[in-house]
């Protein structure tokens, strides 16, 4: 092969993978840590996930990384790297929108029934808030219902274990793509276009509305939540399926704890409330109301 050259093959280093031994404690500090399930399957998902940090970090391989985790000082400083990297965030403008319709025609109107103040404060809270999506969302379908009843103000909370989502949750950007679910009307009225030419098209919600949602950071395997104990309607929707039962179950208690007597519990369609021996009384599909 005159004028050539064979390139050789690379080698594939044992350091380049996570080993069985390594990914098992790895599942078990998650899931300890933050109530996350890895299965074996993911261990490929993980290790691609991990390797733009073991670079960040200047690592040659996961040993390396793996040997960080099992310092008590290097574990305080990376676990919410590690938990950011392997956390899914899965989340859409409108996803499941049956439950904004519920939101707007039941639950708003029987959270106002129950107030007997002038200008109730309705408290949402977003329980995995993701980048914002769904929290957005809520205020956006809110402020046209506010708009038109007068008879109310509220406020919504976005929590979630990831700080990467939570950053761009806080900034409110968002590709111009990701908009497609918002009914144009609402697009109008509530999201900036970018201007800047040849860069990605961006948007971003109007200043009125990030003032009405506020974002922080929040394990839900945590003991005890930091917020209020008077919230109307909560959404945790889409994440207690990584979680086992009995973390489901201690999720569910500890946020319908933090609801008013006759609040909301809405749930991801794919999950149930079975197995949670809370006091709360189904009123839609995924939609729970407390006794």
């Known amino acids: 092969m005159h004028g050539s050259a064979l390139k050789a093959p690379a080698i594939d280093r044992p350091e380049d993978h996570l080993s069985g031994l390594d990914f098992q404690r790895l599942a078990r500090l998650v899931e300890g840590e933050a109530g996350i399930k890895l299965p074996p399957a993911k261990r490929l998902m993980v290790e691609g996930r991990l390797r733009k940090r073991l670079r960040a970090l200047g690592f ?21 790297h590690l938990i950011d990297a392997v956390t899914t965030n899965k989340t859409d403008f409108f996803r499941e929108p049956e439950h904004f319709d519920f939101l707007i025609d039941t639950m708003v109107p029987s959270v106002l029934a129950r107030r007997a103040e002038r200008q109730p404060l309705v408290k949402l809270w977003s329980a995995a808030s993701s980048n914002g999506a769904e929290a957005f969302t809520i205020a956006m379908v809110l402020a046209e219902l506010a708009a038109k009843r007068n008879d109310f103000r509220f406020a919504i909370l976005g929590t979630d274990i990831s700080t990467a989502v939570l950053a761009q949750a806080q900034r409110a950007i968002y590709p111009a793509e990701m908009i497609t679910p918002v009914p144009v009307d609402l697009q109008a009225r509530f999201l900036m276009q970018s201007r800047r030419p040849g860069a990605r098209r961006e948007v971003r919600m109007v200043p009125e509305l990030r003032r009405l949602v506020s974002f922080s950071r929040l394990n839900l395997m945590d003991e005890t939540y930091p917020y209020d104990r008077d919230v109307d309607i909560v959404f945790l929707r889409n994440v207690l399926i990584y979680f086992e039962k009995q973390d489901q179950a201690a999720v569910v208690r500890r946020l319908v704890g933090h609801l008013r007597p006759g609040g909301y519990l809405v749930l991801g369609h794919s999950e149930s409330m079975i197995g949670t021996s809370v006091a709360v009384r189904q009123v839609a599909p995924a939609v729970f109301q407390k006794l």
């Open 60 to 80: 040659d391989g996961f040993g390396d990384y793996c040997a960080l985790l099992s310092s008590q000082d290097g574990l305080a400083r990376e676990l919410i």
